[in-house]
């Protein structure tokens, strides 16, 4: 036995194969930087499928890599699995970096855009290429998905294209040890994009330094700005002027809906908002979200949120008041924190702490991204345009999260998180499926890989319709997917449902809508199985031909029975009736106190001219233009217009958003409600009605209403689970946002014994909807319906 032999003798070799987001976010030279620390020899290699590393050295040397593996992996790599199996000894020389390898037609995952590190934050403040570069990033940070064009993911297949590395960000990109090795998005001063500032469509300036000073003078001095960002433009203002907000909102052309609003640094959004700890973890993870949080009130300060300071509030405390308008008089407004090398740069010149940093658009138009429509819409009605010249090729919006029952859940599913998959129990190959018609998204299937799109908006402008198709067409490209199984809604009318024309001679699924929301539910937790769904939602077209939207389900991924619903009411005016909440509290009043409701001394009364209020009631008599609903989120429009909080919405869901911004915490009645046969909420009504005339306080009232929902879905539950012995309830559809209702049925549920699952990952509301078609879908084709 030689030395060599005798040192073999100890050494064991082994595979391992990582699976989950392991591509394009320094994987590999974390592998090789792990392999030196542990005087490991072998190799590591991408294939389109995994990351593969052979390994050779002490077992005491690859349990400490293993180890590390797991622990000190990228930040924004995500291993879903670790393979390890020990093979025959091999005796490699070294630890190298292997060719990329193709082992089928998969595809790697794409990384979601990361948010700039710390390293390159320092890197923008020292001497040399990168001082005050803009665009600067790393493997551990910067663009991916909204700059991929095609895969694989390399340099020529982005918007990057168009740069040539200078020779020092080539032997960064080429050297192994660097934090910049094979980041294909590297760039620096020399030979990088670059900003550029304009005024009234001219430009002024190309230098970074003199863009930031005089964004950040036009901002402080009221000003409108359009800023390039990296999935979209922002419309920029300062979130202390109610004057600029309002001018922002004329330009917007939008309605009262809240403003996000980006700040300084975690310290100084501590001076206006309460945040909890996992909150605080969303807020500064590498996705910077948009996160909605509750104002200060109430806690000796004056509140962030509140519309009024409070008396004498300019001697206690010298915290200025946020524009009271900002977040439409909630308490609730969506924040976040800079995640761009530009938001640092204009944060170190900003003297205010907040700037409202909304999408660049006008409402109901996809978030803008082209810089010659930008200077062509945006440059006589803002004070400058900043833009630069990285193009923007997958459009992305800020994503949006809510912090409920202590999980973060996604109410908007973009910038940050696609197009990370959802993996499925199923294989849902060659499935797409198209999503609702408001708040769209769709969805494709890859193997076990569901790929839910960014968000793309509402259907109905033309504008977002074509964002649509498009983002279609490059999904099925990007991904390989080769359609075979069109999932659609049941919708006849849906733009959605109607752009599956666009396929013709491919099968066609109709789901019904909540049904897919809970299959989306169920895909997330990977349930496959008989369960009870629960779905509360706006709209969704049923078998009926009504609206659906209060839906007790039994049902697994197949199919489902409908066991019970709120009782029907007539929605006067149909869509209407929607954004004018008055005329379902009208309704709830004449189906509660038929013709007598009149004589009620309620504000509502007040508000609404006595011949309108007469019009409607003739509408419900003699059924003109009266379809039938069951949507429970109009019963909460007809609790907010009783309750005085919104007759006429200014955007959507107004009305139960102020009405679950009213609940009392410590309020634990309910009012009563019927269930025999369907569930009926004329006692309800009836309740609501006589505490508002003996003056209980609203907060009670819309606490108690808020209540009484519990009730019924835990009831509703129950005698499913008492018929059918199944114990798995399925929490999905739009109403799910609203967090003392989804906490208070969490909670009733589980003390009852209850297996609850509720969405997370995955939006609850209609951007949820495509991934429940997919695995619906996907079931039907193995196992047909009769
Ligand atoms: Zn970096
Ligand atoms: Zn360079």
């Known amino acids: ?75 924004a790599s995500m291993i879903e699995a670790i393979a390890v199996q020990e093979i025959a000894p091999e005796p490699f020389t070294a630890f190298t970096i292997q060719h990329s390898h193709n082992l089928s037609d998969d595809i790697t995952e794409i990384s979601p855009d990361i948010a700039v590190c710390s390293d390159c934050l320092e890197d923008i403040e020292k001497k040399g290429n990168r001082l005050d570069y803009a665009f600067v990033n790393c493997t551990n940070c910067g663009p991916r998905f909204t700059i991929i064009q095609d895969l694989p993911y390399d340099r020529a297949g982005t918007t990057m294209q168009t740069f040539e590395m200078c020779p020092d960000c080539r032997r960064e990109y080429g050297d192994i040890l660097d934090r910049r090795f094979h980041a294909q998005p590297t760039a620096c001063k020399r030979c990088g994009p670059q900003y550029e500032l304009f005024i009234k469509g001219r430009r002024i300036t190309g230098e970074i330094n003199e863009i930031v000073v005089r964004t950040s003078d036009l901002l402080a001095n009221g000003g409108i700005l359009l800023i390039k960002g990296l999935g979209g433009m922002h419309l920029a203002c300062d979130a202390f002027s109610e004057a600029a907000v309002e001018k922002l909102r004329n330009i917007k052309k939008r309605d009262g809906k809240a403003f996000a609003v980006m700040f300084r640094n975690m310290e ?203 983002t279609i067409s490059r999904f099925l490209k990007l991904f390989r997917v080769k359609p075979s199984l069109l999932a659609v809604d049941m919708h006849p009318d849906y733009i959605s449902t109607r752009t599956a024309e666009n396929f013709p001679g491919i099968p066609l699924v109709a789901v019904q809508h909540h049904h897919a929301h809970i299959a989306s539910c169920m895909a997330e937790h990977h349930l496959d199985e008989q369960v009870i769904g629960i779905a509360l939602d706006g709209t969704g077209y049923g078998d009926d031909g009504h609206t659906w939207g209060s839906e007790f389900l039994l049902c697994d991924l197949r199919d489902y029975t409908r066991v019970t619903h709120f009782e029907y009411l007539p929605l006067p005016g149909g869509d209407l009736a929607t954004e004018e909440p008055w005329r379902m509290a009208v309704t709830a009043l004449y189906k509660t106190y038929g013709k007598e409701f009149i004589h009620l001394k309620l504000d509502l009364f007040e508000k609404i001219e006595p011949e309108k209020i007469a019009l409607l009631t003739h509408m419900i008599d003699r059924n003109i233009h009266c379809p039938l609903t069951c949507g429970a989120g109009r019963l909460f429009d007809a609790v907010a217009s009783l309750l005085g909080l919104c007759h006429v919405a200014t955007f959507q869901a107004e009305g139960p958003m102020r009405l679950e911004a009213l609940v009392l915490d410590s309020c634990n009645e309910s009012y009563p409600f019927e269930t025999a046969g369907t569930i009926r909420f004329e006692a309800t009504i009836r309740g609501i009605v006589n505490d508002l005339l003996d003056g209980v306080s609203k907060k009670i009232i819309a606490a108690k209403f808020h209540n009484t929902l519990i009730s019924v879905i835990f009831e509703g539950a129950n005698s499913i689970r008492l018929s059918t012995g199944t114990d798995k309830v399925v929490l999905s559809g739009g109403v799910f946002q609203n967090r003392y209702l989804l906490e208070g049925a969490i909670a009733r549920l589980t003390a009852n014994d209850f297996k609850v699952y509720t969405h997370a990952a995955v939006p609850t509301n209609d951007g949820g909807i495509a991934l429940g078609q997919l695995v619906i879908a996907s079931k039907r084709r193995n196992q047909p319906c009769v």
Request: with cysteine.
């Open 268 to 470: 100084s959004l501590k001076r206006y908002a309460l945040v909890t700890p996992e909150e605080e973890q969303s807020l500064t993870s590498w996705r910077r979200p948009i996160v909605l949080l509750a104002g200060k009130n109430g806690s000796g300060k004056h509140g962030l949120f509140q519309s009024e300071p409070p008396p004498g509030a300019e001697d206690q405390d010298s915290t200025p008041l946020l524009a009271p308008t900002l977040n439409a008089r909630l308490n609730l407004l969506g924040v976040m924190l800079p995640y761009m090398p530009f938001h640092y740069l204009l944060f170190k010149h900003l003297k205010t702490d907040a700037i409202v940093l909304t999408s660049g658009n006008f409402s109901s138009e996809p978030i803008l991204i082209d810089n010659g429509q930008a200077l062509e819409q945006f440059s006589a009605c803002t004070d400058a345009i900043v833009l630069h010249n990285r193009d923007i090729f997958n459009r992305t919006d800020d994503s949006v999260v809510r912090l409920m029952d202590g999980r973060e859940r996604l109410l908007r599913r973009s910038r940050g998180y696609v197009p990370a998959p959802v993996r499925t129990t199923h294989h849902s190959d060659g499935i797409l499926a198209f999503g609702a018609e408001l708040t769209n998204c769709f969805c494709v299937g890859k193997g076990q890989k569901a790929f839910l799109s960014q968000h793309i908006g509402d259907l109905q402008g033309l504008e977002t319709t074509a964002f649509y198709e498009q």
């Open 1 to 75: 036995m030689t030395g060599q032999d005798v040192k073999y003798f100890h050494i064991k070799t082994f595979e391992i194969i990582v699976t989950g987001l392991v591509q394009g976010v320094g994987f590999r030279p974390f592998v090789y930087r792990l392999a030196m620390q542990y005087a490991l020899t072998g190799w590591v290699q991408n294939t389109n499928e995994n990351v593969r590393i052979r390994i050779s050295g002490s077992p005491a040397d690859i349990s400490l890599f293993l180890e590390a593996l797991k622990e000190e992996a990228p930040p």
